[in-house]
């Protein structure tokens, strides 16, 4: 298996613009996390999906952070409108349920100027 | 809330034994984890203990888990250049899905 596999690797916006990070599931794995990493504030769980349904969303910054699952393999993080302190860099990782080990994505690291 | 708490560097000599100590509030833990994290890329699951357990061993790597204090280390033996990198401890919080809780993670720097 290719492991979680994430998109784009970097990505450069401008404020103000729509940024859409991705991510593809371990295939048979039926839970999603979305984490964000910085210096100041380490790694924080944004939200996470049991089954595609949307279980905690309390780590969601405000209203311009939006995720869904479309499908059972993949998932979307929406910004919109993108502001300098999102620049992060943004994990998804997925599990299987059992010990609950997750795996992680190699990352997107967004900067917003 | 709950929390897992790390200190955030440590300095060794290659060859000597790292060890990396993490503290945890959770008294429901089931599992508990140490995660590997190289630069400019994602976390590495790299073992894990039960919490009905008290040490586990993998290698170089050995776990110790004291769920009276609540403490998790993780020993690495004969350390590597290669071993540099931050490493997080995290548990599995208890009828929460899945949800890991993730210590703020230790910075291992490893000297030749």
């Known amino acids: 298996d290719a492991g979680v596999i994430q998109s784009p690797r970097h990505e450069v916006t401008e404020m103000g613009q729509e940024v859409t990070l991705r991510c593809k599931l371990i295939s048979g794995h039926n839970s999603l996390f979305w984490y964000r990493q910085t210096m100041m504030r380490g790694l924080e769980l944004l939200i996470y999906f049991n089954n595609n349904v949307p279980i905690d969303d309390s780590g969601m910054p405000e209203d311009r952070f939006s995720a869904k699952m479309p499908n059972a393999s993949f998932s979307t993080l929406k910004i919109q409108p993108s502001e300098p302190r999102d620049s992060a860099v943004y994990f998804c990782?997925?599990?299987?349920?059992?010990?609950?080990?997750?795996?992680f994505g190699p990352g997107t690291r967004l900067t917003v100027t | 809330g709950e929390d897992v708490e790390q200190s955030l560097f440590l300095s060794v000599r290659e060859g000597d034994s790292s060890v990396i100590n993490c503290t945890y509030t959770d008294s429901s833990s089931t599992y508990l984890y140490w995660y590997k994290q190289e630069p400019g890329a994602g976390l590495q699951l790299l073992t894990y203990?039960?919490?009905?357990?008290d040490m586990k061993q993998d290698q170089r790597l050995t776990v110790l888990l004291n769920k009276k204090d609540k403490h998790l280390s993780l020993r690495i033996a004969d350390t590597q250049t290669g071993d540099s990198a931050i490493y997080f401890c995290?548990?599995?919080?208890?009828?929460?899905?899945?949800?890991?809780?993730f210590g703020q993670g230790t910075e291992l720097s490893v000297k030749p």
């Open positions: 995290a548990e599995r919080e208890y009828n929460q899905g899945g949800k890991l809780i």
């Open positions: 990782a997925s599990s299987s349920g059992g010990i609950g080990e997750q795996y």
């Open positions: 203990i039960f919490s009905n357990m």
